[in-house]
């Protein structure tokens, strides 16, 4: 597969706080050739890189393994055969894009929380940017899932008309009360980790805080799974192994159990402390709470009344992140708004990260939807069209109207 990895600059950005900074430097991935129409911008998760497919890289500086290699390359769902297939790290991530970690020209020192606040639009401008810079005026699909999905819905609201197709995926058009909740405990583990030190950690002889970090991720990594999966995956036993990252605990701790899930939640944690940037997980998780796809407007289908392309809304059942009913609303949405929208319910208990594990059921409907849009075969709609014989116009009832 024919992969180009490259950082690009992009001069001088203006971010929708209204703070610049004299150069963004983008890191992009891109498969494939392109031949004038077959552009297809995948937009990465929460903690994702422009690394979405291929071969694992050794190169520290990103993440190393490929995202969604399942789904992107040749002959699979996004075919990179057939199309010129582009992935970009966002501003305030930490895998080459410019962020906090990131040296500011003007001190000399990684920007730190000097770093303009990052927003979903900004994410998205710096995409047209990117694409400017490397010629591709039009794209046949933006696709992306959680935040990401978030990401694909500002293109058909920003660029309706640079868009062929979207495809959010274990999306919404904003976040609920308890995943702000959730967001918001986990900043503070960061912020009130004494390494922190209101985010300047990257001196030589600093120590980043790695434990408010690892508990953030442990929340985060919480919301990603299904109470049935949690359940079944580790019960309540105790774990086979020792802990990987200790914490401070009580002594009459040691009399119970050190559990399974626990295990679980320390050595995915600790690794995540080993690839990730604290500073980065609080700006982006902020851009994540703060979308909202009616910003600006009256509704989430005016935000969307400009784009008249075809929509794949993809939701997982068991996803409390991001519900199947939020999900419908947004293709309620996008039908308000007169587009040719699906919405494809897969039946998983994964929890939200299904879209990132469960190849099979995501490939299908998102292939055939990119080659021939909601009409596509494995495409399904939460609508259901009432067959009973009528003089009327069928009627449409919605799986979620009750
Ligand atoms: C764009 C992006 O989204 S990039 C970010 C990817 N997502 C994340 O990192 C979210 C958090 N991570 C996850 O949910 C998962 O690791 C995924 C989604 C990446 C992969 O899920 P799965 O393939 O189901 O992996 P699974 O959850 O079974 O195992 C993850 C790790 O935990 C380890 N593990 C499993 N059970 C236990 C246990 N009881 N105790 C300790 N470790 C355990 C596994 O060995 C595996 O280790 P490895 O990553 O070194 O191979
Ligand atoms: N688990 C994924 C999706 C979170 O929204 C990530 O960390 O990027």
Not at 167 to 177: E, H, K, N
Not at 352 to 363: I, R
Request: aromatic share 10%.
């Amino acid at each position: 597969m024919n992969v180009d990895h490259d950082t690009l600059s992009l001069g001088e950005f203006e971010f929708d706080s209204g703070e610049s900074i004299p150069d963004l430097e983008i890191t992009y991935e891109a498969y494939g050739e392109f031949d004038g129409h077959n552009a297809v911008l995948v937009c990465h998760a929460l903690t994702g890189s422009a690394h979405v497919a291929g071969r694992d890289r050794v190169d520290s500086a990103d993440q190393a393994r490929a995202w969604w290699d399942d789904i992107v390359g040749p002959g699979k769902a996004i075919d990179t055969t057939e199309y010129y297939v582009v992935c970009a790290n966002v501003p305030g991530s930490c895998y080459g894009s410019t962020g906090p970690k990131s040296e500011n020209p003007e001190t000399g020192d990684p920007y730190g929380t000097d770093f303009p606040p990052v927003t979903v639009g900004d994410w998205t401008e710096a995409q047209r940017a990117l694409l400017d810079e490397l010629g591709i005026p039009h794209l046949h699909a933006v696709v992306g899932g959680s935040v990401g999905g978030m990401n694909v819905l500002e293109w058909a609201k920003r660029h309706p008309d640079h868009v062929d197709r979207i495809v959010p995926i274990a999306a919404a058009a904003r976040l609920d009360t308890q995943c702000l909740a959730l967001d918001a405990i986990a900043r503070r583990a960061i912020t009130t980790d004494p390494n922190w030190n209101q985010g300047h950690y990257y001196g030589e002889d600093d120590d980043p805080p790695s434990d408010g970090l690892a508990l953030a991720r442990q929340l985060g990594h919480v919301m990603y799974l299904s109470k049935a999966s949690m359940e079944r995956r580790f019960g309540r036993r105790a774990a086979g192994r020792d802990a990987v990252r200790t914490f401070p605990t009580d002594a009459a701790g040691a009399f119970f159990p050190y559990r399974d899930v626990e295990s679980y939640l320390d050595y995915n944690a600790e690794k995540f402390t080993e690839r990730f940037d604290a500073n980065s997980y609080l700006y982006l998780t902020r851009a994540m709470d703060n979308y909202d796809l009616a910003a600006g407007f009256e509704s989430d289908a005016d935000a969307l009344a400009a784009f008249d392309g075809d929509a794949l809304v993809m939701s997982f059942t068991a996803d409390w992140h991001f519900t199947t009913q939020q999900a419908e609303a947004l293709a309620d949405s996008l039908r308000e708004a007169d587009a040719n929208v699906a919405h494809h319910v897969i039946d998983s208990d994964h929890g939200h990260d299904a879209f990132l594990v469960e190849p099979d059921n995501v490939g299908p409907p998102l292939s055939d939807f990119l080659d021939a849009g909601v009409d596509g075969k494995a495409v399904t709609d939460s609508v259901v069209e009432d067959s009973q014989e009528s003089d009327f116009a069928p009627v449409h009832n919605s799986l979620f109207s009750r």
